[in-house]
């Protein structure tokens, strides 16, 4: 940069080069504004409101008007049998994604990575990105009709193999929450989440399957010693941005999913925050759980980005 | 050389080879399955269809289904308006996105790493829902339609992507000759960059636009108008909270009711989803290619 300014303007006086300067520089704060405010006014405006958690909301005063109540509202949701259920539902949700969630995408590249035949390879590399596009309302109404009690499809198979008890209600069932969430998200997602280390699996060096070959090793062999090595940095990464969102459950497929039998288990904090904030108007409590949720969610992140650090010499901050 | 690698195919490598082919056939079916099932009930007699008769092919063709949702008027205004927010709502991010991501990519820029700053602190730390709609609400943007369209008119993320793009792949020696003949910045950006960022634009305008498409959580809290609703709400009134069809029903008792709304809801699925589908195949290159330039910054 140094040596281009020289260059540029070598022969031309200090006072035109830091008026070239302004001149470039302003066009580039007006590009830069429309994103800022838009930035300032949905993001940092709503922080400055967060105050609304410590406050009594009243409709005459507004966000900044009511008079300050200390923790009143965290005491009142720490002290609530829902702090503990929504705490432990979130987390339960999380946990469980992530340990089935995290490996199906790793497994499934290491499989279209062996595939031989061109054309199979890519028949089944377009399939398995297609669940990505559907919405998340059409994805939670295909769950209801595939397990539908009677005739759902997918339920009634799983019945015939036994994998279910044949009087299950699937949907209905507290216990069977967890993994059709889960389950249903390995199926939406996997293929998606795959593309990367696809990618990670295509750029090993040739070279090294020829070593292989000539070494001995069969392609079992291969594929644990050569292609797996391969794509443990990209693991190590994916794994560290998802350990940092664990307690940021997604809100619109729990949401769509909940019905009456199933609250016990698929309450989380950010539907509870909906649910009392907006929903029942009580805003300063609902700013208080969601602020609570926040902290957490931004805690987590500083430990986990603090450890790749510490362990890798890599961090997202 | 080939003969003798080939003439070393050992039996535990025929046995990992057919394996993995077995395993890529299941996870094809377990994949394809549902989608396929969803297309042949929509055109199946749904008696049939409820009483586990219907798993393979389509049997008792008809189209009742597609016939109610002809006739349903909140379907096409869902249609509409998810129409306006996707294009509205898309050209607004690209225009916000495009010019932002531009300036944080000069290297000489001294104040780009504060203003980076400035972005990335969002997607770690946020108001809240709560602080967020009663921003919106002291806006006076609450149940219109401009708030579903302004609304996340950047996402961080994507500006990090197109950041990252226009800085690796523009050549610099294009910057520096453009200032040479006293191009300015609006000028440099309007006819070298946007043209060399074909690939960028594509994906991001992809991104933005899948996400308008599905998008139901905004239209969910942030309005609360029936005619400004997305195509996802009705979707989910349909689908989800068993709204009964606004035309026919009325009269059809017990039943033959119930299983005739199930068709329709079959149908309602496959009407919604087809236009991303379609588009699907064409664009599918740049999808992977996004998810690449994105890991980049990983």
Known sequence: MGSKNQTATANKSLGFRTKKYFEHNWQL??????????????????????????????????????????????????????????????????FWSIVVGFPAPIILAMIINQLRNKRWKKTVQTTVYIPYFISTVVMVSMINVMFANGSGVVGNFLK??????????????????????????????????????????????????????????????????????????????????????????????????????????????????????????????????????TVINFFFLVVTNWISRRSTGTGLM | ????????????????????????????????????????????NSNLVNLGQVKFWPKDIRFYGYQQIIEDTRIWRGYLNTLIYVLAGTALNMVVTMPAAYALSRRGFKARNKVMFYFVFTMFFSGGLVPTYMTISSLNLISTKTILIIFVAVNTYNLIIARTFIENSIPEDLYEAAILDG?????????????????????????????????????????????????QIVLREILLLNQAFASGNGGVQGGYGQSSADQVKYAVIIVSTLPILCVYPFVQKYFEKGVMIGAVKG
């Open chain 2, 1 to 44: 050389m080939n003969k003798a690698i080939g003439n070393r195919k050992t039996l535990s490598d025929r046995i990992f080879g057919f394996a993995i082919l077995a395993l890529s056939i299941l996870i094809f079916v377990i994949i394809l399955y549902p989608l396929w099932f969803i297309v042949i009930a929509s055109i199946s």
């Open chain 2, 183 to 231: 191009c300015s910045h609006f000028a440099y950006f309007t006819k070298v960059v946007v043209p060399l960022s074909k690939a960028v634009n594509s994906v991001l305008v992809l991104y933005y636009a899948v996400y308008h498409w599905n998008d139901y959580f905004n239209a969910l809290v942030y309005n609360s108008k029936q005619e400004n609703a997305p195509l």
């Open chain 1, 160 to 293: 015939a193999l036994h994998l279910v008890a044949a009087d299950t209600n699937i949907l209905g069932k507290e216990s069977a929450f967890v993994p059709l969430y889960v389950l249903t998200g390995v199926w939406q997602a996997m293929g998606w989440n795959s593309i990367i280390y696809i990618a990670a699996l295509s750029s090993v060096d040739t070279q090294l399957y020829d070593a292989c070959k000539i070494d001995g090793a069969n392609r079992w062999q291969t594929m644990l010693h050569i292609d797996f090595p391969a794509i443990v940095p990209t693991i190590m990464i994916l794994l560290i941005m998802n350990m940092g969102n664990i307690l940021n459950v997604g809100f619109d497929k729990v949401y769509l999913m909940q019905n009456s039998l199933n609250l016990g288990i698929s309450q989380v904090i950010s539907t509870y925050v909906y649910s009392v904030g907006v929903k029942s108007s009580q805003f300063s409590f609902g700013a208080a759980v969601g602020l609570f949720n």
């Open chain 1, 29 to 94: 704060w007006l590009m830069l504004l429309p994103a800022m405010l838009y930035i300032l006014v949905f993001c940092y405006v709503p922080m400055y409101g967060i105050q609304l958690a410590f406050r009594e909301y009243s409709f005459q005063t507004g966000i900044t008007g009511g008079k300050w109540v200390g923790l009143k509202y965290f005491r009142q949701y720490f002290e609530s049998p829902m702090f503990f259920s929504t705490l432990k539902n979130t987390f339960v949700i999380s």
